[in-house]
């Protein structure tokens, strides 16, 4: 079972959900960007294993992110893992701060509100809280801010079970985003247990954003769509 375990959760640990490197959230590590009223984002993700015979193969992933209001986001993953199932999960971030010149994002939210099960995993039904706060670095007084922009992430939480038998978020967690240009953005974050690394490229006037990245031996690339 703790084969199987660390594989599901090396499957799910996907990067960008955003459709610029900065909107929405990014998959089992929570953040402090949060969609704003009537925001939505969608995606889809497919993760290849490279495992041995008898473990999971593939995983697909589908995300939906609807910001509720201009603090509140509520968030739908369905995970469909070719051995264990598939299930989704309901989760919800609630804005406590808006990022000023001196001030960060601050963000609190929970995972698995409904309590559901995810593939008959133990605790898989429990609910994981935390806060998280982010920053961007070098903010104008005036206009957008120049490129590369560079954003800095830090999280508290308690254990998310529904990434099976290993700590994602508890205690602390969190990385960097930088956008290259309007285009091309990249990731590099800790999850507690694991480095977590994605590439975006988002196609001009399209809403669209193709993205890629790594987890230990595995792979995976996703297209998701903002508006």
Known sequence: MIRISRLVIMALALSLVAGSAFAADIVTVPT???LKLGQVDVANYYIGLDMPPGAPESVQVQTFYLGLTDQLEIDLHRYDI????????INASMALMRETLTTPDVVLGARN???TDVGGIPDSDKRSWFICAAKTLNLPVQGPPGLPIIRLHAGLGTRDHTLLDVDRHKGL???VQVLLTQQIGLIALHDGEDVITGLTFTPKDTGFTLKGGTFGDHWWIGLSWAK
């Open 32 to 34: 402090a960007n949060q």
């Open 82 to 89: 070719d051995i264990l199932g598939d299930a989704t999960i």
């Open 113 to 115: 509100i409904a309590g």
């Open 173 to 175: 967690f969190g990385g």
